[in-house]
């Protein structure tokens, strides 16, 4: 069971950037599908972000492509979420997570491992 932990996140101006990193550890980092959520107060969690094991595809939400940049570094069982041009929109809770699905799912339900969270917040 891979356990992961969030950081990064805090207050930034509309227009800013911030990069979330997840370290894991506690399992094979490289054997995981990766991916970054975000959930509002009394909404689902949404996807964002998803990356190959070996890091060679991507995926994203259409709200986020051009903006965000999702990578990994299997050497420091390590995901990152760059996050820039960020817009009061973008202000939630951002989620990674650990899949043992072979292609990038953008479904909840196929994640067995999350972290606790990192709180965004863009103001205006």
């Known amino acids: 069971q891979v356990q992961l932990v969030e950081s990064g996140g805090g207050l930034v101006q509309t227009g800013g950037s911030l990069r979330l990193s997840c370290a894991t550890s506690?399992?094979?980092?490289?054997?995981?599908?990766m991916g970054w959520f975000r959930q509002a107060p009394g909404k689902e969690r949404e996807f964002v972000a998803g990356i190959s094991r070996n890091g060679g595809y991507t995926s994203y939400t259409d709200s986020v492509k051009g903006r965000f940049t999702i990578s990994r570094d299997n050497a420091k069982n390590t995901v990152y979420l760059q996050m820039n041009s960020l817009e009061p929109e973008d202000t939630v809770g951002y989620y990674c997570?650990?899949?043992?699905?072979?292609?990038?799912?953008?479904?909840?339900?196929?994640?067995?491992?999350w972290g606790q969270g990192t709180q965004v917040t863009v103001s205006s």
């Open positions: 997570a650990a899949s043992r699905t072979r292609q990038i799912t953008a479904t909840v339900y196929d994640y067995d491992n």
């Open positions: 506690g399992g094979t980092f490289s054997l995981y599908t």
